[in-house]
């Protein structure tokens, strides 16, 4: 059973940026897709980026392309999310989670990801 801790939420400034990190344990990660979704207060949850596995294959949602960057560390079953020219749109709990299939080929759905980190907040405020 895997088990799935993100970190790196904080509150910064606009045009600030952040790292956020997935870690596991429990099992390797390095077999399977890994996705970021983030949820904003009143808001549904939104697939913003995922790695497959393998090739590394990467997904973007538009409103984050250009500025967010997915990569992943199999070697110490890590998977990371570079944050960039953040906005205060860009406000909400940051979740990673697995999906059982080793590649994104579609923009994330919650549905097709079976673990899931409980989350790290990320605020962007002046």
């Known amino acids: 059973q895997v088990q799935l801790v993100e970190s790196g939420g904080d509150l910064v400034q606009p045009g600030e940026s952040l790292r956020l990190s997935c870690a596991a344990s429990g099992a390797a990660l390095d077999n399977y897709a890994i996705g970021w979704f983030r949820q904003a207060p009143g808001k549904e949850r939104e697939g913003v980026s995922c790695i497959s596995s393998g090739d590394g294959s990467t997904y973007y949602a538009d409103s984050v392309k250009g500025r967010f960057t997915v990569s992943r560390d199999n070697a110490k079953n890590m998977v990371y999310l570079e944050m960039n020219s953040l906005t205060p749109e860009d406000t909400a709990i940051y979740y990673c989670?697995?999906?059982?299939?080793?590649?994104?080929?579609?923009?994330?759905?919650?549905?097709?990801?079976?673990?899931w980190g409980q989350g790290t907040q990320v605020t962007v405020s002046s």
């Open positions: 989670a697995r999906r059982g299939y080793p590649l994104c080929d579609t923009k994330p759905y919650s549905y097709q990801y079976d673990s």
